[in-house]
């Protein structure tokens, strides 16, 4: 959502639920702004990490915050930034790549389990490439 207003966050918050109803939370700033979601998962997974007790939870929440237009942004000569803005790019080609194909026509491979993978072969709904034969993936 954050790419699709045009924001980058300097921000993140992650809050816990457990069981029991009790929750609690932590958010951690950060100088370099992000919008690509493997940025951001990685500062949540680690404050997740840092303040999860072991005990069960009902929910996990992150938020994004100190939110900046996207095009306000300069040109950075820091490497970490370049690769950021790269990132960036890069989910923006799947976010329109999503819009014009449907949201299961591109997804990370992390996602898919060996069930998932069953599933698809199954059910036939096996992805349509230019030049590939469907006998390719059965």
């Known amino acids: 959502r954050l790419r ?3 924001f980058v966050s300097y921000g993140v918050s992650v809050s816990l639920r457990r069981s029991d109803l009790y929750t609690y939370g932590h958010q951690k700033q950060c100088e370099i702004p ?8 990685s500062v949540a997974f680690s404050l997740f990490k840092e ?19 996207d095009d306000a942004l300069q040109c950075s000569l820091y490497p970490e930034e370049e690769i ?3 990132k960036s790019e890069l989910e923006n080609t ?11 026509s591109i997804m990370r491979a992390v996602l898919l389990t060996d069930s998932d993978a069953v599933e698809l072969k ?9 030049g590939a034969d469907r006998s390719d993936f059965e």
């Open 34 to 41: 992000m919008s690509d979601s493997s940025s951001i998962f």
């Open 84 to 86: 950021g803005q790269r």
């Open 122 to 130: 199954k059910s036939k709904n096996l992805p349509s490439l230019p």
């Open 4 to 6: 699709k207003s045009n």
């Open 51 to 69: 303040i999860w007790d072991k005990r069960p939870l009902r929910s996990i929440g992150v938020k994004a915050f100190s939110l900046s237009e």
């Open 94 to 104: 799947v976010d329109i790549l999503r819009s014009k194909y449907g949201d299961s």
